[in-house]
């Protein structure tokens, strides 16, 4: 079955800086790619998604890259800010949504 | 528009007793999810109806959790009896008919589960 790696596990920033989460997948078929953001005791929430016949995608401060080939895809979070400390979750859709560990992203002001 | 809605959002029950949980998904989306959260991990899927079919239980522990959508709108995941390992949050999530794993899943508050 589908395995997802993710990576760091934590990650801590200063407000301002970026943000790199990055995640990888082993089955070459999956072809949906979505980034939810988990605060604490909330739900979790869609931020970005990106389809298999697109290499980049970008909305505001985020963006999301693919590399098929390599079967990795990474988040970029641009001028963080304290409000984006939350744990960030990768999934990958193959059959069913298989979801990564988790990053749990710090931005001290 | 109204998001996903569950019920409860606490529960405290003891091992071997049973729970219920409720989950109400946005208006027009034809497939619910349930997913078990564990702290420290990411959701893990327990069973995934489309309408009121099951599309995939293959995760679903069935020797003690059950799980309906009868008329395809609401849904029901049961426990019984509870383990200590069942406790988690229980999330809910819909989608859009069509393309189902290809569709934005949209979560609830979900409920968390605490066995004493």
């Known amino acids: 079955g589908e395995n997802v790696e993710q990576h760091p596990s934590t990650l801590s920033v200063q407000e301002g800086d970026s943000a790199v989460i990055k995640c990888t997948y082993s089955d070459s078929a999956s072809n949906y790619f979505p980034w939810y953001k988990q605060e604490l005791g909330k739900r979790p929430q869609l931020i970005i998604d990106i389809r298999s016949n697109v290499g980049e995608k970008k909305d505001q401060r985020i963006a999301v890259t693919l590399n098929k080939t390599a079967k990795h895809f990474s988040l970029h979070i641009t001028e963080t800010q304290p409000e984006d400390s939350a744990v960030y979750f990768c999934?990958?859709?193959?059959?069913?949504?298989?979801f990564g560990q988790g990053t749990e992203l710090s931005v001290k002001p | 528009e109204a998001g996903v809605a569950q019920s409860p959002r606490y529960k405290i029950i003891e091992k071997r007793q049973s729970v219920a949980f409720w989950c109400n998904p946005i208006?027009?989306?034809?497939?619910l999810y349930w997913y078990q959260q564990i702290l420290g991990q990411g959701p893990k899927l327990l069973i995934q109806f489309q309408n009121n079919g099951v599309v995939d239980d293959s995760q679903l522990p069935k020797d003690r959790f059950s799980a309906e959508r009868l008329k395809g709108v609401d849904s029901t995941l049961k426990i019984q009896p509870a383990k200590l390992e069942d406790s988690a949050v229980y999330l809910c999530?819909?989608?859009?008919?069509?393309?189902?794993?290809?569709?934005?899943?949209?979560f609830g508050d979900g409920t968390r589960l605490s066995i004493l």
């Open positions: 208006s027009g989306h034809a497939t």
């Open positions: 999530a819909s989608s859009l008919a069509g393309g189902m794993n290809n569709q934005p899943q949209h």
């Open positions: 999934a990958v859709a193959g059959g069913k949504l298989i």
